[in-house]
């Protein structure tokens, strides 16, 4: 399902995901519709833009909320023009699975987009890298913790709060398992996070200790 204003960015999405053998069962234009739409159809997932009718300022924030609330069982992907990391953690602070933000710079990018809503409908969540970027560079409260990682660790925990899994962080940094294993030890132990057996949530957990204020 996706929710935006603007008719042409609905369609064009519509058809990047169709191109991508995603079915999309609903496309709408407000955050009301996008609710009785959900109820109704209870899709895998929906795609939704931040800043939609009336006030055009966290409408379709607050609806995405909602759906996690109340469709546990529904991914959200949310889409947005701007890098606003607080908007990001409303989200995924409250519900860490099935939850992700991206820009919509990214949308052009097929396999990119039809990627991101699988994993969220699968449970998954997705971060933008340019959000990631933002997040391990800024100082913040709890700097001196997260000033207790080595260069390698902060690379893995931004490839981490992709959403990226163990496998995938080795492969993308060229090193066995068992090393990326040991450098997210390192990284909770540091951080002070106790351990989880849910990826998603270590990740987001994550993300939520960097985003503090």
């Not at 097929?110 to 100082?139: C, M, N």
């Not at 060229?174 to 990284?187: A, G, L, P, R």
Request: proline share 4%; glycine share 6%.
């Amino acid at each position: 399902m996706i929710a935006d204003d603007e008719a042409l960015f609905r369609e064009g999405v519509a058809r990047l995901l169709e191109d991508g053998s995603v079915d999309v069962v609903a496309k709408v234009g407000t955050a009301d519709e996008l609710l009785r739409r959900v109820d109704l159809a209870r899709p895998d997932a929906a795609i939704v833009d931040i800043r939609m009718p009336p006030s055009q300022t966290d409408e379709g924030l607050v609806a995405a909320q909602e759906i996690r609330r109340a469709h546990p069982q529904v991914g959200v992907l949310v889409l947005s023009h701007y890098l606003e990391s607080h908007w990001a953690m409303r989200l995924l602070e409250e519900h860490p699975e099935r939850s992700g933000y991206l820009l919509k710079e990214r949308v052009s990018d097929v396999l990119e987009l039809s990627s991101s809503i699988r994993r969220v409908a699968a449970g998954g969540s997705v971060l933008d890298p340019k959000v990631v970027e933002r997040l391990v560079g800024q100082p913040r409260r709890g700097a001196d913790r997260l000033g207790q990682l080595t260069w390698r660790e902060r690379e893995v925990l931004a490839l981490m709060a992709e959403g990226c899994s163990n496998r995938a962080i080795a492969e993308r940094l060229f090193v066995s398992d068992h090393t990326v294993q040991k450098h997210v030890k390192n990284i909770f132990a540091a951080l002070g996070l106790p351990p989880s057996a849910d990826d998603h949530r270590r990740v987001l957990a994550v993300l939520t200790f960097l985003y503090s204020r």
